[in-house]
C-alpha cells in the first residue's frame, strides 16, 4: 500500500478502478454462478468479491481527496451518497434492520432450547 500511496495519480487512479471493476466482475461471476445452481462456488466468488474490495476501500479513505479530483471518482461518490440519503433506501435498511433484529430474537430462544435441551440428556 505504501508503493500505492506514494505513486501518481494515475497509479493510484487506476489501481482503485481495477479493484473495484475486478470485484464487479467476480460479483457477478458469482451470480451466474448461482443461477446455474452451483451454490457452493457462488458463496465462495462472493466471499472473494469482498475480500478483493478490502484493499480498494483502504486505498479509497487513504487517498480520498487525490482520488476526487477525477470525474469518473466524484460522479460514483455522488451516486453512492445520493442512494444512501434517499427515503426509500433508508427506509429499506431500517426494515432490513428489525428484521435481523427479529431473527437474532428467534435465534436465541432456540439457541437456549437447545442448550436446555442437551443439559437434561447429559444429566440422565
Known sequence: MQYIQN?????LLSSFVFLI??????STFALF??????????IFFYVLKIIIY???IDIFKRN?????????VKFGMLIYEKIGNH???IEIKRKIKDFKEKIIVKFRKVKDEFIIFWRK???T
Open 121 to 123: 440428556i447429559w444429566k
Open 21 to 26: 471493476l475486478l470485484a464487479e466482475f467476480v
Open 7 to 11: 505513486s501518481n495519480d494515475l497509479l
Open 87 to 89: 427515503p426509500l433506501f
Open 33 to 42: 454462478l448461482f443461477a446455474k445452481g452451483f451454490f457452493l462456488s457462488g
Open 54 to 56: 478490502i484493499p480498494g
Open 64 to 72: 480520498k481527496q487525490r482520488l476526487l479530483k477525477y470525474k469518473i
